[in-house]
């Protein structure tokens, strides 16, 4: 199974309007960290939010927020008033403590702005 | 200036010729790992490396050898390339693994972007 999914290869949106980006996880492991990047035409991978699996609030930096529902195991980006430099790919990953420390990427989702 | 340093960034090599992609990085950071990109498979953890001498398989680690001699070097080796291995490799490292932004937070280096033909 996989560990990581996103199931949206590719979304627009308007500029400055606001766009989630969906990312749900499977693991078993009580203990496990949430992360997405972004990535550029350029190719440099950037971090963007990380959200800790007890942390209580759903974590935010800046125009981003993470949408933490543990239940449904699910960890959305939101992007609020999108600036054309929005446009990339964006990654979600997930790291798993208890069983090895190892890294999970999802397949990735390209975001285009539109002017 | 705090970085990741990966060399060579580009390279294009033949089968069966062995080659070593080098990584180093200046913030005295615990972890390191090594992650190749396909189109349409994202990044895959190959391997990684919790401290000076302790690395563990990722997803994909066979063809690949790694060593962490010094904390700051992490060496990705392919003994014998095959074009299969033609990808983007990253390397990246992070402070640590306890909890919170400060220690899971990775820095990449800017890619190596291979080709065996």
């Known amino acids: 199974a996989q560990k990581i999914t996103q199931t949206q290869p590719g979304m627009f949106v308007q500029e400055k309007e606001a766009v989630t980006l969906d990312c749900t996880y499977d693991t078993s492991d009580p203990s496990y960290g949430l992360f997405w990047y972004k990535q550029p035409s350029s190719g440099e991978m950037i971090f963007l939010i990380y959200q800790g699996s007890y942390d209580q609030q759903n974590a935010t930096e800046g125009r981003y927020s993470l949408n933490f529902q543990k239940a449904r195991k ?10 054309l430099g929005d446009s990339a790919m964006y990654f979600c990953a997930m790291r798993e403590v208890d069983t090895g ?6 397949t990735g989702t390209s975001l285009t702005v539109i002017p | ?10 390279l294009i090599t033949v089968t069966g010729k062995k080659l070593t992609v080098t990584c180093s990085q200046n913030m005295n950071h615990e972890y390191m790992s090594w992650y190749r990109q396909d189109p349409g498979l994202g990044l895959r ?12 398989k990722g997803d994909v680690p066979e063809g690949y050898k790694v060593s962490r001699k010094e904390k ?9 390339p095959s074009p299969n291995q033609t990808s983007l490799y990253f390397c990246a490292s992070s402070p640590g693994l306890a909890g919170g932004r400060s220690y899971n937070e990775q820095f990449f280096g800017p ?3 291979l080709t065996v033909l």
């Open chain 2, 72 to 80: 700051r070097n992490f060496p990705l080796i392919l003994e014998s």
């Open chain 1, 74 to 83: 699910s960890a959305n980006l939101v992007i609020s008033a999108s600036q």
């Open chain 1, 101 to 106: 420390n190892q890294f999970y990427f999802g």
């Open chain 2, 111 to 113: 890619g190596t972007r």
């Open chain 2, 1 to 10: 200036e705090a970085q990741v340093t990966q060399n060579p960034r580009y």
């Open chain 2, 45 to 56: 953890q190959i391997y990684y490396s919790m401290n000076v001498e302790v690395t563990d």
